[in-house]
């Protein structure tokens, strides 16, 4: 066994193996793999071996199509067979919200390139003989889908990883994991220690010990998953005999069930509800193709779902019964990136459909490890969009509730409730007092509408215009007329301070840093590439001060990022004060006169400029007043002490009672920023697309001086840049506006994507954001969008198109 290797990857599962394969792929020879017992020996031997190709994640979408195109090429390059069959999978709808959900997946499907055609209930009859399709309204069908083995696809590229220089140690036993002062790591095992740079893991249901051993909390626990095989069927047997084709992988959605042929029978997998979390502190020491004791009671009502949708699975005998563990992370989609807060650590867990994700994983990690960026935007997989609160009783909870959920609708404005309200401002109560409709992020509770008296406070989920959208629409309206509070304590929150904080700052961003104290600059830390990874408003508080803010999902990210890159010379000083500030946005045409009413700073215009900010009182509390918001209007962000928050609140809406003063959300902040164009992460803004793409040119200064990513930048804007950021009408809407990731045509091409969608109350016209081909992004173009299966005329307008000047922010 080697002593020293530029990497060692830790888990011998199909993940870790495939991450093992193509670091070697990518040059990386001197790479080695150790697995405690026999490769596959945790989840991946009893995997069913499903392919499904269907995700609403952007991300987690591109990882399965690469897989499900890799794994039918590997075995032509290894020589070694992966048991691929090419089935088809064939998903069911009953109504017509889950038609929707399939219209909708079906546009991000187009985006990236992946076949989705939707049946008749006769065609699903043709391909599913054995199906009965009196009560369903249709159903989508990949092609390119099916299933695979999943030991033969693991040892093909183990094959493919040693043929390339790869070296995998079985039955070696980890013991620790020792980061080391110049950050490279020892792995030490039972047969001798392994000196590495970096370390992957990929140790699925051992995830537990693994965090122990690396001090990391890390977001997974696996939960019981079972499936039945039964006996041959007569008709399936005779079918074989005629030469017939599989029938394919057949999913009824609302009965939260997979089944497909197997040796002529059938395997039932359902995701019931009651499904326990196990392993909480990982297996035991000696835990080797382990299983749980079969709990059928727990699928009795999916079994009787799948008796009367496919007749003859009531007509076999059970064969065996699967229950195995496979991991979970609290919103179902794997973790696939650098770990937080220590370098050169990896993480590639969690994998609730590892088969599937394996491929693209590998790829992607490979892909960010070598070249220091992966090659799509990773966002929706990065291991540190989970925080602290993250933790042990958060997740049997959460990923319990993300393994029910797989085949639920997954409505675009879906908040699931469980561990909720976890993360609470001070204000909490006095807005749910108000009618307050609360998501998360992050944990923390935001308020996204506010029902009106009489108006049942509650979501009706769905992809089209719903219950609230009027209410939005009425907070809109007063924002816009008069003046609104929203609550944004989420924001992310950091201090920058030391004499060496304005040069650190301005090495990591494109922006030049505010010079002067008191003065706010938006500045975007670029990605290795030229894209955009992070987007920090940027307040000097003092010479060598600033108080960073950033989106309430990034924290953990952005920190991370800050605290990787600063200086280690005790020049610059990091401090994460998310907890210890409230935020509350007064914005509208009187969000002077009220504030004015309560401190004794001048607020006029030529005392309290656009971009700035000042330390005020409110009343007896206090407030840094920065001067900037994300509707497009007058206001100030005021950032206060959490302690003060509840006075602060009962103060301004005491004092607005003359201006009506009204509560309003994130869904009106979000139509609001719509009609400014204001661009978001990771929608507009993306490590796919180049800073200048996403059309931040007055916020990228080339020629200021070396920052991350600029000659990157450079060399992309020399070669041409494939997209332009546009703002679009949409014409022709009656009840559905875009949410993003629809796509969008012209003569029949598709021609780019929309990246984020709704309806404007001030302009009164459906929008979208969007990117699209250089050569079509002109005032006026006339293109086509595809909103549900349905194509509507789009016409590019000016940016901005809401007040164009900032006439009302400058007010």
């Given at each position: 066994?080697?002593?020293?290797?530029?990497?060692?990857?830790?888990?011998?599962?199909?993940?870790?193996?495939?991450?093992?394969?193509?670091?070697?792929?990518?040059?990386?020879?001197?790479?080695?793999?150790?697995?405690?017992?026999?490769?596959?020996?945790?989840?991946?031997?009893?995997?069913?071996?499903?392919?499904?190709?269907?995700?609403?994640?952007?991300?987690?979408?591109?990882?399965?199509?690469?897989?499900?195109?890799?794994?039918?090429?590997?075995?032509?390059?290894?020589?070694?067979?992966?048991?691929?069959?090419?089935?088809?999978?064939?998903?069911?709808?009953?109504?017509?919200?889950?038609?929707?959900?399939?219209?909708?997946?079906?546009?991000?499907?187009?985006?990236?390139?992946?076949?989705?055609?939707?049946?008749?209930?006769?065609?699903?009859?043709?391909?599913?003989?054995?199906?009965?399709?009196?009560?369903?309204?249709?159903?989508?069908?990949?092609?390119?889908?099916?299933?695979?083995?999943?030991?033969?696809?693991?040892?093909?590229?183990?094959?493919?990883?040693?043929?390339?220089?790869?070296?995998?140690?079985?039955?070696?036993?980890?013991?620790?994991?020792?980061?080391?002062?110049?950050?490279?790591?020892?792995?030490?095992?039972?047969?001798?220690?392994?000196?590495?740079?970096?370390?992957?893991?990929?140790?699925?249901?051992?995830?537990?010990?693994?965090?122990?051993?690396?001090?990391?909390?890390?977001?997974?626990?696996?939960?019981?998953?079972?499936?039945?095989?039964?006996?041959?069927?007569?008709?399936?047997?005779?079918?074989?005999?005629?030469?017939?084709?599989?029938?394919?992988?057949?999913?009824?959605?609302?009965?939260?069930?997979?089944?497909?042929?197997?040796?002529?029978?059938?395997?039932?997998?359902?995701?019931?509800?009651?499904?326990?979390?196990?392993?909480?502190?990982?297996?035991?020491?000696?835990?080797?193709?382990?299983?749980?004791?079969?709990?059928?009671?727990?699928?009795?009502?999916?079994?009787?779902?799948?008796?009367?949708?496919?007749?003859?699975?009531?007509?076999?005998?059970?064969?065996?019964?699967?229950?195995?563990?496979?991991?979970?992370?609290?919103?179902?989609?794997?973790?696939?990136?650098?770990?937080?807060?220590?370098?050169?650590?990896?993480?590639?867990?969690?994998?609730?459909?590892?088969?599937?994700?394996?491929?693209?994983?590998?790829?992607?990690?490979?892909?960010?490890?070598?070249?220091?960026?992966?090659?799509?935007?990773?966002?929706?997989?990065?291991?540190?969009?989970?925080?602290?609160?993250?933790?042990?009783?958060?997740?049997?909870?959460?990923?319990?509730?993300?393994?029910?959920?797989?085949?639920?609708?997954?409505?675009?404005?879906?908040?699931?409730?469980?561990?909720?309200?976890?993360?609470?401002?001070?204000?909490?109560?006095?807005?749910?007092?108000?009618?307050?409709?609360?998501?998360?992020?992050?944990?923390?509770?935001?308020?996204?509408?506010?029902?009106?008296?009489?108006?049942?406070?509650?979501?009706?989920?769905?992809?089209?215009?719903?219950?609230?959208?009027?209410?939005?629409?009425?907070?809109?309206?007063?924002?816009?007329?008069?003046?609104?509070?929203?609550?944004?304590?989420?924001?992310?929150?950091?201090?920058?301070?030391?004499?060496?904080?304005?040069?650190?700052?301005?090495?990591?961003?494109?922006?030049?840093?505010?010079?002067?104290?008191?003065?706010?600059?938006?500045?975007?830390?670029?990605?290795?590439?030229?894209?955009?990874?992070?987007?920090?408003?940027?307040?000097?508080?003092?010479?060598?001060?600033?108080?960073?803010?950033?989106?309430?999902?990034?924290?953990?990210?952005?920190?991370?990022?800050?605290?990787?890159?600063?200086?280690?010379?005790?020049?610059?000083?990091?401090?994460?004060?998310?907890?210890?500030?409230?935020?509350?946005?007064?914005?509208?045409?009187?969000?002077?006169?009220?504030?004015?009413?309560?401190?004794?700073?001048?607020?006029?215009?030529?005392?309290?400029?656009?971009?700035?900010?000042?330390?005020?009182?409110?009343?007896?509390?206090?407030a840094h007043a920065l001067r900037v918001n994300f509707v497009g209007e007058l206001g100030w962000e005021l950032h206060h002490p959490i302690e003060m928050q509840n006075y602060i609140y009962d103060q301004l809406m005491a004092a607005g009672e003359e201006f009506d003063i009204k509560p309003f959300g994130i869904r009106a902040m979000d139509s609001l920023r719509l009609e400014k164009s204001y661009r978001l992460i990771p929608r507009e803004l993306s490590i796919e697309y180049s800073a200048l793409e996403s059309g931040l040119d007055r916020f990228v200064h080339l020629n200021k001086g070396q920052f991350i990513g600029r000659d990157a930048l450079v060399e992309w804007q020399q070669k041409g840049f494939a997209n332009t950021f546009v703002t679009m009408e949409v014409h022709g809407?009656?009840?559905?506006?875009?949410?993003?990731?629809?796509?969008?045509?012209?003569?029949?091409?598709?021609?780019?994507?929309?990246?984020?969608?709704?309806?404007?109350?001030?302009?009164?016209?459906?929008?979208?954001?969007?990117?699209?081909?250089?050569?079509?992004?002109?005032?006026?173009?006339?293109?086509?969008?595809?909103?549900?299966?349905?194509?509507?005329?789009?016409?590019?307008?000016?940016?901005?198109?809401?007040?164009?000047?900032?006439?009302?922010?400058?007010?």
């Amino acid at each position: 066994m080697k002593s020293q290797a530029k990497v060692v990857v830790i888990g011998g599962g199909v993940v870790g193996v495939s991450t093992l394969y193509h670091l070697v792929k990518k040059g990386w020879s001197d790479c080695v793999l150790v697995e405690r017992n026999e490769l596959t020996s945790g989840s991946t031997w009893h995997a069913a071996g499903l392919l499904p190709l269907f995700n609403m994640s952007y991300s987690v979408g591109q990882i399965h199509k690469y897989s499900v195109k890799f794994y039918q090429e590997l075995e032509k390059e290894t020589g070694q067979p992966v048991g691929f069959s090419k089935v088809s999978n064939i998903r069911l709808a009953d109504n017509q919200d889950r038609m929707d959900e399939y219209k909708y997946y079906a546009g991000v499907a187009k985006t990236i390139g992946i076949d989705v055609r939707f049946l008749e209930p006769e065609e699903v009859k043709e391909i599913w003989p054995l199906c009965n399709t009196d009560d369903l309204i249709g159903a989508i069908q990949h092609v390119d889908d099916g299933y695979i083995q999943p030991a033969d696809l693991t040892q093909a590229m183990a094959k493919g990883a040693r043929n390339g220089g790869g070296e995998i140690y079985r039955n070696t036993r980890v013991l620790a994991i020792e980061q080391q002062p110049d950050d490279s790591w020892i792995v030490k095992t039972d047969k001798g220690d392994i000196a590495c740079e970096q370390v992957v893991t990929a140790t699925g249901n051992f995830v537990r010990q693994t965090g122990l051993m690396l001090g990391l909390d890390i977001p997974v626990i696996p939960v019981e998953h079972q499936y039945i095989v039964t006996e041959p069927h007569p008709d399936i047997v005779q079918r074989q005999k005629d030469g017939l084709p599989e029938m394919g992988v057949l999913r009824e959605s609302d009965a939260s069930y997979y089944m497909r042929e197997e040796n002529g029978g059938l395997i039932l997998g359902p995701y019931e509800k009651g499904a326990p979390c196990c392993y909480i502190d990982g297996p035991d020491e000696d835990a080797e193709y382990e299983l749980f004791q079969e709990d059928l009671d727990r699928l009795e009502p999916h079994i009787e779902a799948a008796m009367n949708r496919v007749p003859a699975f009531a007509e076999v005998g059970i064969k065996k019964v699967y229950n195995g563990a496979i991991c979970y992370t609290p919103d179902g989609s794997p973790i696939i990136g650098p770990a937080w807060g220590k370098k050169n650590l990896w993480l590639n867990e969690g994998h609730s459909f590892g088969i599937t994700a394996a491929g693209g994983a590998g790829w992607q990690i490979a892909e960010w490890m070598v070249d220091g960026e992966p090659t799509i935007d990773m966002m929706g997989v990065d291991p540190r969009r989970f925080g602290p609160y993250a933790s042990r009783g958060y997740l049997k909870t959460k990923n319990e509730e993300a393994y029910r959920s797989v085949f639920v609708i997954h409505y675009p404005d879906e908040e699931r409730g469980d561990a909720r309200p976890l993360k609470q401002t001070p204000c909490y109560d006095r807005m749910k007092a108000r009618g307050a409709v609360f998501g998360q992020v992050y944990g923390w509770e935001r308020p996204n509408w506010f029902a009106p008296e009489g108006v049942e406070a509650k979501d009706v989920w769905s992809f089209r215009r719903s219950n609230y959208f009027k209410h939005v629409g009425n907070e809109c309206k007063h924002v816009t007329e008069k003046v609104g509070l929203l609550d944004m304590s989420a924001f992310s929150k950091y201090q920058v301070s030391g004499p060496g904080a304005e040069a650190f700052l301005d090495s990591i961003v494109a922006n030049r840093i505010p010079k002067t104290v008191g003065r706010i600059g938006l500045c975007h830390m670029l990605s290795e590439n030229g894209g955009v990874r992070c987007e920090f408003t940027i307040y000097r508080t003092g010479p060598q001060d600033f108080y960073l803010v950033s989106a309430g999902a990034s924290e953990r990210h952005d920190f991370d990022y800050l605290q990787k890159l600063a200086p280690k010379d005790g020049s610059v000083n990091l401090q994460l004060v998310t907890s210890q500030y409230g935020v509350l946005v007064l914005a509208g045409p009187k969000a002077r006169d009220l504030l004015q009413k309560l401190t004794d700073t001048d607020l006029s215009n030529e005392k309290f400029r656009w971009l700035s900010g000042k330390f005020i009182n409110v009343n007896c509390a206090q407030a840094h007043a920065l001067r900037v918001n994300f509707v497009g209007e007058l206001g100030w962000e005021l950032h206060h002490p959490i302690e003060m928050q509840n006075y602060i609140y009962d103060q301004l809406m005491a004092a607005g009672e003359e201006f009506d003063i009204k509560p309003f959300g994130i869904r009106a902040m979000d139509s609001l920023r719509l009609e400014k164009s204001y661009r978001l992460i990771p929608r507009e803004l993306s490590i796919e697309y180049s800073a200048l793409e996403s059309g931040l040119d007055r916020f990228v200064h080339l020629n200021k001086g070396q920052f991350i990513g600029r000659d990157a930048l450079v060399e992309w804007q020399q070669k041409g840049f494939a997209n332009t950021f546009v703002t679009m009408e949409v014409h022709g809407i009656t009840d559905t506006d875009a949410r993003g990731s629809e796509p969008i045509y012209k003569d029949g091409e598709i021609i780019g994507r929309a990246t984020s969608g709704g309806y404007g109350w001030r302009i009164n016209k459906s929008l979208a954001l969007a990117m699209v081909a250089p050569e079509l992004a002109n005032l006026g173009q006339e293109l086509e969008i595809e909103i549900l299966g349905q194509r509507h005329k789009a016409t590019i307008i000016e940016e901005s198109p809401f007040d164009p000047e900032n006439v009302r922010l400058r007010a």
